[in-house]
């Protein structure tokens, strides 16, 4: 079978293996000048199962990279104040370098309240109104995590976006908002679509790279794709026999796109691999504040 018409597969899991590499020596380096090692705490309330899964894969993914680690897990009931005397045990803890919340939190927890309360300078996820506002300047210590995961995998696969015309699909503060700014930065020539977006198709039909976080399973077709665009696909969805699927729907899609990203293997390795990278900052950032 012929495949030459088939979108180009970017490998998120292999690209995730060689930044790792790299910030696990990294580590190493930073142990053996300063005589501790980065340290990640990682906060979840209640029992989303697919929190689970991020969260564990954090806790492993930064023991790998020879860092210390801890999940704090508490029950769905937890209370605010619960919470956090928590975060205040965890921003007092001098072994601990970044904190992070897992996303989302029960319904009866003020999110904003917790965001504000993570000192910025241990904020591994860069969701500190004082983080964004550094990302907006484009003057800053942390990057989100999905999103800077997104601009290695371009940077990696020499893609460059100075000039291009990108569509982020999607207007979240973890992934849409600072998606388009770091873009931005890049010298794209960004556009935001949202659920309340006319001519949808239309606008996603113009973009040289294509950006979907919308959590909606296959949203995004092949006959919406601009021939040889580049589709980095944020969603990680349930299609209806169960199995793990994107935003796009990649059957079609590549038969269209430039170069694609798969779900699973694409875009999730490298959202932790920022994560990491966030945490040895952190530790470099207490070194240079001592
Ligand atoms: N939930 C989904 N994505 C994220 C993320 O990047 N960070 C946190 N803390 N929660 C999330």
């Given at each position: 079978m012929v495949k030459s018409n088939m979108a180009h597969i970017i490998d998120g899991k292999k690209i995730a293996e060689t930044t790792r590499a790299d910030i696990t020596a990294r580590v190493e380096a930073f142990k053996n000048e300063n005589g501790f090692v980065p340290g990640l705490a990682v906060v979840i309330v209640g029992e989303?199962?697919?929190?689970?899964?991020?969260?564990?894969?954090?806790?492993?993914?930064?023991?790998?990279?020879?860092?210390?680690?801890?999940?704090?897990?508490?029950?769905?009931?937890?209370?605010?104040?619960?919470?956090?005397?928590k975060l205040s045990q965890l921003k007092a803890d001098e072994k601990i370098h970044g904190i992070l919340v897992q996303l989302p939190l029960p319904k009866h927890l003020n999110e904003s309240e917790v965001l504000r309360f993570i000192p910025p300078e241990k904020d591994v996820d860069a969701f500190h109104a004082e983080n964004t506002g550094h990302i907006m300047i484009g003057d800053y210590h942390f990057l989100p995590c999905t999103p800077a995961g997104v601009m290695t995998?371009?940077?990696?696969?020499?893609?460059?976006?100075a000039g291009k015309k990108c569509v982020v699909i999607g207007r979240s503060n973890i992934v849409g908002k600072p998606m388009a700014m770091l873009l931005l930065?890049?010298?794209?020539?960004v556009t935001v679509c949202h659920s309340k977006t006319q001519n949808l198709a239309e606008i996603i039909r113009q973009a040289d790279i294509l950006v979907v976080a919308i959590g909606r399973a296959k949203f995004v077709t092949g006959d919406m794709v601009k021939p040889g665009a580049v589709v980095i696909d944020v969603g990680m969805n349930r299609d209806e026999n169960g199995k793990l699927c994107g935003d796009c729907d990649f059957e079609s899609c590549e038969k269209v796109a430039g170069a694609i990203t798969p779900v699973p293997g694409g875009v999730g390795p490298m959202t932790i691999t920022t994560l990491l990278e966030n945490t040895l900052r952190a530790a470099e950032l207490a070194v240079k504040n001592a």
């Open positions: 989303n199962p697919a929190s689970k899964v991020y969260v564990r894969n954090k806790k492993l993914a930064s023991e790998q990279a020879g860092m210390y680690s801890v999940v704090c897990e508490m029950p769905e009931n937890t209370t605010q104040e619960e919470l956090m005397a995998m371009l940077k990696y696969e020499n893609i460059d976006v930065h890049a010298d794209g020539t």
